[in-house]
């Protein structure tokens, strides 16, 4: 079901179960990894004096 037309029609539990599932996948973990990789690496860079 196509998330659009359920956030025109009002249905939030279905909104927030096709959401639940876009977060369980294999590939929104990998994006969370390298999000948190590149934070790290970023957060490194500010501790450091220019």
């Known amino acids: ?3 659009g ?4 029609r009002g249905d939030l539990a ?3 179960a ?3 599932q876009g977060l ?3 590939e ?3 994006f969370v990894a390298r999000s948190a990789t590149a ?3 970023n957060l490194k860079d500010l ?3 220019s």
Do not use: D, E, R
């Open 24 to 26: 369980a996948t294999p």
């Open 28 to 30: 929104n973990a990998a």
């Open 47 to 49: 501790s450091q004096p």
């Open 14 to 16: 279905t909104v927030l």
């Open 18 to 20: 096709v959401l639940q």
């Open 39 to 41: 934070l790290q690496g």
């Open 1 to 3: 079901m196509a998330v």
């Open 5 to 8: 037309s359920c956030t025109t």
